[in-house]
């Protein structure tokens, strides 16, 4: 049993609001399942591994989205096929944006996405600052200025109760889509730690990841349960703050 | 207000000094750099207008010249060095057009006031694009060196401070890049009025014009050393051949030592450390800064921060458990500790309680209390201490 290869794309980059506590979560989580997992950090220009069993992509800003479009091409298509092949991705925020079928600037120009997920993105400039609840007991924070579109019929991760999500800035402040299922892949703007503050997720990703690495998803033994109880708390606390 | 009743009154009080107005301004260390080039130019011999620590908007700065100008409305000064906010900047420069600008840094840190790096460089360049005499900047952060290169060919004289690639790649990584790609490491700039060539615990060697002038730093890091390159290159640029290596020495030995990063406030007859949570880099340092992982340890952290996230990005491996933690982000934060195997000793979501239990602790068999806290409950612990006057 080798175990489960986690891959982080432009860690360096794509990282500012402390979205690696979403690679933490899941490599705590994976130990304390007993499945071993090892994170694969993916930098501009070095080779992907032969493997991946999941795939995270951090949010970052336009300028560090431009760093790393380049390299993102030359890795699309490797990309399209594990997902295709059922490769669970978290992606959040401004990475989400890379990983669609469509990128528009603020400038009006358009560029191709690495086309992993059913959605585009329109940049604008209101952006949407604040605390979110969302159906399913989703919380979290979003500070993005995008405006996304799911494509193909494709599921919303969650209906807000408090928070802008796809419709950004110029959308109303509640009700709103937030994210995108699909298949065993999530894109959401909720920025930051997403998993450690929603870890129901956290533990579907490793659980498909697990099967593609041929291991059975293991037992926490209640590992999970002080955490996962602060994790609670912690969406309570936004929930009662948001009033909903 | 002062602004407001007298649109006249900074420029006016300002109009007869010879070396002018000059604003140090950046996301970081600029309070250090203000008092260091101060420091540098008065052991110069000159006489230097500045603001106090922290009344960097314009109101303080306002007010600040109020309380020191003379009947005659002109301050008797050569010189004002004042620190100033990024996002007042552009409006200040409107009523007190600065004649240089030390721009020190561009750093991941108020992400929620203001989102983009880019949107800091942008203020940054509105008031250092008013400078008729020096600019000044890092030439180890990209922004910088993009916004100078926008303003070459302007009214001011550019020149740089810069640290030496070996002490950068060994330093802390917010140093030359936090968190974020447009904080990478600009190519060496060979050109430095300024360069941080060497450090040695609490001294740091500064080549000045290629003579290295060893110097003494408030406290050990590398970061108060580019904090002494940065005052030590607006001196260059202001005094030019006047500059002299003896009262450049002299003028940042006069900073006071910092011993420990946070205040220290006497709690009933036993000191308490406060570190203040302001931003990444901020925090970092201050963590970086504990020689020993504290025995108490209090953490308070309320809306001040709307999105603790980036905590996650922070290295706390000088934490080994938290005794008691407080305010309306509590939760996120004992999630946060849980990932890196930090025990949260007692979660209390209202401060009272929770500073009475921890201060009930028994005092430390060695160092201190340590309270790690965001500025609102900074000011929330010290009223609830009695201290009501913030020093400065």
């Known amino acids: ?244 | 207000m002062v602004l407001a009743l007298s649109p006249r009154f900074l420029s006016r009080a300002v109009e007869r000094m010879p070396l002018g107005v000059v604003f140090v301004s950046g996301s970081n260390g600029k309070s250090t750099t203000t008092h260091m080039l101060t420091g540098i130019l008065r052991a110069h011999g000159l006489k230097v207008f500045s603001n106090p620590t922290g009344a960097n908007l314009p109101q303080g700065i306002a007010s600040a010249m109020l309380a020191t100008v003379p009947l005659s409305g002109r301050l008797t000064e050569d010189v004002a060095v004042l620190e100033v906010d990024e996002a007042f900047g552009p409006r200040l420069a409107k009523a007190l057009a600065p004649h240089s600008v030390l721009l020190i840094n561009i750093q991941v840190d108020q992400l929620n006031r203001f989102h983009e790096p880019a949107r800091v460089a942008g203020m940054l360049e509105e008031f250092a694009r008013v400078a008729d005499r020096h600019l000044v900047i890092n030439a180890d952060d990209h922004n910088l060196v993009d916004l100078a290169a926008r303003l070459a060919g302007g009214r001011a004289k550019q020149s740089a401070f810069a640290t030496a690639p070996a002490l950068l790649a060994d330093g802390p990584a917010w140093l030359s890049r936090g968190d974020n790609p447009e904080l990478a490491v600009a190519a060496a700039q060979p050109d430095a009025a300024v360069v941080v060539e060497s450090l040695d615990g609490r001294f740091a060697g500064l080549s000045v014009r290629g003579a290295v002038t060893r110097v003494a730093l408030p406290a050990r890091g590398l970061h108060y050393a580019v904090d002494a390159a940065a005052a030590a290159a607006m001196a260059e640029a202001l005094l030019g051949d006047e500059l002299d290596a003896a009262s450049l020495a002299e003028g940042l030995a006069s900073m006071d030592a910092v011993y420990g990063r946070g205040e220290v406030l006497d709690v009933g007859g036993e000191p308490v450390e406060i570190i203040t949570m302001k931003n990444p880099p901020s925090l970092q340092v201050n963590l970086d800064y504990l020689d020993e992982r504290p025995e108490q340890v209090f953490v308070a952290v309320d809306e001040g921060t709307p999105d603790p996230s980036w905590i996650y990005g922070s290295d706390l491996s000088r934490l080994d458990h938290v005794d008691v933690l407080t305010g309306s982000k509590a939760w996120q934060l004992a999630t946060r500790f849980f990932y890196s195997d930090i025990a949260v000793h007692s979660v209390e979501p209202e401060l009272k309680p929770a500073l009475e239990k921890f201060l009930a602790l028994p005092k430390p068999g060695r160092g201190m209390k340590t309270m790690i806290v965001n500025y609102e409950q900074m000011m929330l612990v010290r009223k609830a201490l009695g201290y009501l006057e913030m020093g400065s």
């Open chain 1, 1 to 244: 049993m080798t175990g489960i290869t986690l891959l982080h794309l432009y860690p360096r980059e794509l990282g500012i609001n402390g979205d690696i506590g979403n690679v933490m979560a899941l490599a705590k989580r994976a130990q304390w399942r007993g499945m071993p997992l090892r994170v694969h950090n993916h930098e501009i220009g070095s080779p992907l591994p032969d493997a991946a069993h999941l795939v995270h992509i951090g949010s970052g800003p336009v300028s560090a989205q431009e760093l790393v479009r380049e390299d993102l091409y030359r890795i699309a298509p490797r990309l399209r096929e594990w997902a295709e092949a059922g490769v669970p991705f978290l992606a959040i925020a401004g990475g989400w944006q890379l990983l669609g079928r469509e990128l528009t600037a603020l400038d009006g120009s358009l560029s191709i996405g690495a086309g992993v997920f059913p959605s585009s993105a329109v940049l604008t400039t209101r952006r949407a600052v604040g605390e979110v609840a969302a159906s399913g007991d989703i919380a979290g924070f979003e500070n993005h200025g995008a405006v996304t579109t799911l494509l193909d019929g494709a599921l919303p991760l969650a209906t807000t109760l408090h928070g802008r999500g796809n419709a950004a800035g110029g959308g109303p402040a509640k009700d709103a889509a937030e994210g995108v299922i699909a298949g065993a892949s999530i894109g959401t703007n909720l920025h930051g730690p997403f998993l450690p503050m929603n870890p129901s997720w956290a533990d579907r990703l490793l659980r498909a990841a697990a099967a593609l690495a041929g291991m059975p998803f293991g037992d926490d033994e209640g590992r999970c349960a002080e955490p996962d109880d602060y994790a609670r708390k912690s969406r309570a606390a936004i929930r009662s703050r948001l009033g909903v």
